[in-house]
């Protein structure tokens, strides 16, 4: 997500509609504080980016996994991916079921 996207100072969404929308998917469905994925993950801690561009479909960043589970030894990461809807499932293993 780029850092103009988020909530300004009204609690109105700012930025590019796709991040807001994501944005909106991880604080309201997930129950997850974006700001704290942003603070374990600064971007001087990415593993690797992957810019999008128009024959791959998407984008994706990946980083470290940091957990209890995880040692110094492993190399477990996770893979923040947004892009063509088609693209994206295809090419996921898991998918988060939709309740409610």
């Known amino acids: 997500m780029s850092q103009t ?3 300004g100072s009204a609690g ?5 509609k796709t991040e807001c ?3 909106s ?5 997930l129950h997850v504080n974006y700001q704290d994925i942003r603070t374990a993950n600064p971007e001087s801690t990415f593993r690797k980016l992957y810019t999008f561009n128009s024959e791959r479909k998407y984008m994706a960043t990946v980083v470290p996994l940091s957990s209890p589970d995880v040692t110094s030894t492993d190399h477990a990461y996770r893979l923040y991916a947004k ?3 088609d693209v994206v499932l295809n090419r996921s293993a ?5 309740v409610g």
């Open 5 to 7: 996207s988020g909530r």
């Open 12 to 16: 109105v969404e700012v930025g590019n």
């Open 21 to 23: 929308a994501l944005l």
């Open 25 to 29: 998917f991880v604080v309201l469905s």
């Open 83 to 85: 892009g063509a809807a």
């Open 94 to 98: 898991l998918l988060y079921p939709y």
